[in-house]
Each structure stands twice: as C-alpha cells, then as structure tokens.
C-alpha cells in the first residue's frame, strides 16, 4: 500500500489524538478517588483479563503445525500451553516459564506431533 506523506501525518495525527483522548478523558472525568469498591476492582482486574483473553487462543495456534495441518489439533500449542500453566504455578518465573514453554513446543514439533 503506497501511502503519500500528507496521508501518513494524518493517520500519525489521528492515532496521537486517540490516544490522548483515551488517557486525559477519564483524568478529567474522575477528579475524586473512586470509592465504589466492585468498580475498582473491576478496573485493577480488566487489564489482565483481557490480556489473557486475547493471547490464550492464539497460543494454541501460534507454532508451523496448526498452520501446515488445520486438520489436525495443534499438539505443540498444546504442550507450551500446558508447560506455562504447570511452571507458572508451579515456579511464578515469568523468564522460566517462558523459556520453557516455548522449548516445550518447539520439541513438540520437531518430533512431529
């Protein structure tokens, strides 16, 4: 896509825009501390749980053989998956887990499953 440089100001513009809006808005709007405590906690969890739900689908489908074999069940998604979850609440090492979970599928599909 050939984009002209009046154009990509503006879509430079409009992101810087909307991402201040997005952040000055509620600083305006919320002047008092929020003393409703299900609206705070909903707000401390949001963020986490949106995050899960965005990369835990995709972690199944993230490696050459869910791709190569739509078919067939992604056994290496699976096997990171299951080595993070056991390791994160097994340890809580974020590196660890990492490390692990990622060899963990990457075994996974050089011995073919």
Do not use: H, Q
């Not at 810087?16 to 709007?29: E, G, I, Q």
């Amino acid at each position: 896509m050939n984009v002209s440089s009046a154009g990509l100001f503006g879509i430079i513009v409009a992101t810087a825009l909307a991402t201040y809006l997005l952040r000055a808005v509620p600083l305006l709007l919320l002047r008092k501390p929020l003393r409703n405590r299900f609206l705070v906690t909903l707000l401390e969890v949001m963020p986490y749980a949106l995050l899960a739900a965005m990369i835990f689908p995709n972690a199944f489908y993230a490696t050459d053989s869910a791709a190569a074999f739509p078919a067939l069940p992604p056994w290496s998604g699976v096997a990171g998956v299951l080595v993070a979850l056991l390791l994160s609440l097994a340890t809580g090492n974020l590196p660890l887990v990492a490390a692990a979970a990622t060899f963990a599928a990457w075994l996974a599909c050089r011995m073919g499953v």
